[in-house]
Every structure is written in C-alpha cells, then in structure tokens.
C-alpha cells in the first residue's frame, strides 16, 4: 500500500513571496490532515479536512494561509505572502476515518530566507 | 501552555538494555495516547496507543504505561536497537474529533 505522498519536498523562498504544498493521502482516507512543525517542537495541526470539507481550521492563520481538497483526495497549502517564521516542515497525515490513527508523508522543509 | 510535555530532550541507552521514554500531560480531558517515532527525513510513524481505561499496553519489544493520577505516561523499549535510534514523540487527544496535541520530542540513541 503507497503511503502518503508529498511534494516538494524541500523549498527555499524569500519572505513575502508564495508557496504551494501537495499532499496525495493513502487511497481510501477520508480524513487528511495538515501539520506544522517549527524545529525543535512537535507537530501542530493546521486543518482538517473530511472528505472535502473542513473540519478544524481554528489553528491555521487564514490571513495567510489557504488549504483545499477539491475533490476530497489530495489537497493544496498555500502560504501567500510567506513570513520568517513560517519556516518549518509542513507533514500532511490521512487516516480512514475521523478517530482512526494517522499516517504521516515525509513532510515539505520550507526554508523562509 | 503546553499540554504534553517531553522533558528529556535527549536519551542516550546501550544496546540490549532497557529505554524509558517520559511524557507528562496536563489536560485532564485526555482520554488516548499515542507514541509515534521519527527518522530523520521522513514523517512520524505510528508506534503504540494507549486508551484511558487500561493501564498498559504492549506490542512486542514496545510496552506503554499510563498512570492517569499522576497525569503521566512512558514508553518502554527492551531490549533497546540501534534501529531504534529516532525521536519519539507522545501525542494525546480528548475525546470526539479533538486534534492531536504533541510533545516536543525526546531524542533516542542506542549505543552499540
């Protein structure tokens, strides 16, 4: 079974300019979720999605950050326009339904210079 | 405010002996609790959950302890391999579609 997919997965931006992140979930989960994890500290969700819906994006900074999962498989992240201290390792995790354990893709490095 | 915390940021074992992994919670709502190992490079891997209403769990090499009075539970490794060598994170939730809360980390060596 092929895990969570994403890309890219490293990326070097310049402060106020944008970036998109992708993630493709384990075929079959509905639930996907988006992670941030700044170094030194564990990961932070950002949103959840159910299907195509959202779920909890009480955490995400929606003044800058946007997340969608048109079709309810894989979904984008964007960060417009991108600060210092968005750098981080952005971890997308599925998992089949709502309560069930997550599985992690091996995360996108943002480097904000 | 943090709500799990790792206080050990770092473990250093021999090969063959016992590893203890530590996590303390605050949040008396917790009721799930997970540990999930990182390798550098890659995502968290799922590794072992505990629920509330028991007080152990094990998984072959893997035991978790929970003490919910104490608001504290550790994660046991024996025998301790190199291939174990990883962060290790502890992660709880609250009952109902609650997000994950995750510690900081602890990072295992496993000395040959």
């Known amino acids: 079974e092929a895990g969570v997919a994403q890309s890219p997965r490293y990326k070097i931006i310049e402060k106020r300019q944008s970036v998109a992140f992708w993630c493709n979930p384990i075929?079959?989960?509905?639930?996907l979720y988006w992670y941030q994890q700044i170094l030194g500290q564990g990961p932070k969700l950002l949103i959840q999605f159910q299907n195509n819906g959202v779920v909890d994006d009480s955490q995400l900074p929606k003044d800058r950050f946007s997340a969608e999962r048109l079709k309810g498989v894989d979904s984008t992240l964007k960060i417009q326009p991108a600060k210092l201290e968005d750098s981080a390792v952005y971890l997308c995790?599925?998992?089949?339904?709502?309560?069930?354990?997550?599985?992690f893709g091996p995360g996108t490095r943002l480097t904000v210079l | 405010d943090q709500q799990v915390k790792q206080n050990s940021p770092s473990l250093s074992v021999q090969e063959g002996r016992i590893s203890i992994l530590n996590c303390d919670y605050t949040?008396?709502?917790?009721?799930?609790f997970l540990w999930y190992k990182k390798y550098p490079a890659e995502g968290p891997t799922f590794l072992i959950s505990?629920?509330?209403?028991?007080d152990k769990n094990e998984d072959g090499r893997f035991t978790v302890f929970l003490n919910k009075s104490a608001k504290h539970l550790s994660l046991h490794i024996v025998p301790s391999q190199p291939g174990d060598s990883a962060v290790y994170f502890c992660a709880a939730s609250a009952p109902g579609n609650t997000p994950l809360v995750f510690g900081k980390g602890t990072r295992l060596s496993v000395i040959a």
């Open positions: 075929s079959g989960h509905a639930t």
């Open positions: 505990i629920s509330s209403i028991k």
């Open positions: 995790a599925s998992s089949l339904d709502l309560t069930d354990t997550q599985y």
């Open positions: 949040n008396s709502m917790f009721d799930y």
